[in-house]
């Protein structure tokens, strides 16, 4: 995946997007979204792939210099706690606010407090949106057990740094699975 923005020391914007446009008519490249494209591959079962969207929020994220973090259903769904797959997905970031459309399905980068966003570990940083998204007093035996035990392979240290950022209900189910570590 590249951005326009890569070409910049080489041409002029212009230059660059007319390029691109006729790379893309000569599908040498494929516009995933305005002002995101990538070299297209073929499987031979499935034809054209492009990127998954996790993949283009990442990069969009890397090219803004921005932190991301996944919410709601996509936290739940990528924790296994949900078979759900959103269409829209929301990522909280210090970046800028944005909505990217990328053929059915969109990425919507939501702007969030540092707060939010300073979570050391990525299993505790899921598992605090999946609970806020799930609410207080709503997650069910089933959910809990899973949540413990992916909470179990989360590094010590990344646990008692997060539970400081996390809402009090949630803070003590991360001391609760700290504490249940072997």
Do not use: C
């Amino acid at each position: 995946m590249f951005f326009p923005e890569k070409f910049s020391g080489i041409a002029s914007a212009a230059a660059v997007r007319k390029a691109l446009q006729r790379l893309t008519e000569y599908n040498a490249v494929v516009r995933i979204a305005q002002g995101i494209y990538t070299i297209p591959e073929t499987d031979t079962l499935i034809g054209q792939v492009t990127p998954g969207i996790e993949a283009i929020a990442m990069a969009i994220a890397k090219r803004d210099k921005a932190t991301i973090v996944p919410t709601g259903v996509y936290a739940l769904n990528k924790l296994g706690l949900s078979t759900q797959v959103p269409l829209n997905i929301v990522y909280l970031t210090d970046g800028a606010a944005r909505k990217v459309i990328i053929g059915k399905q969109s990425i919507k980068f939501k702007k969030a407090t540092p707060k939010n966003l300073l979570a050391k570990g990525h299993i505790s940083s899921l598992v605090i949106q999946a609970l806020r998204a799930i609410g207080k007093d709503n997650a069910t035996k089933q959910d809990m057990d899973k949540i413990y035990a992916l909470l179990k392979k989360e590094k010590q240290q990344h646990l008692q740094h997060d539970m400081k950022l996390a809402p009090v209900w949630i803070a003590d189910i991360l001391k609760k699975a700290l504490n249940t570590e072997p």
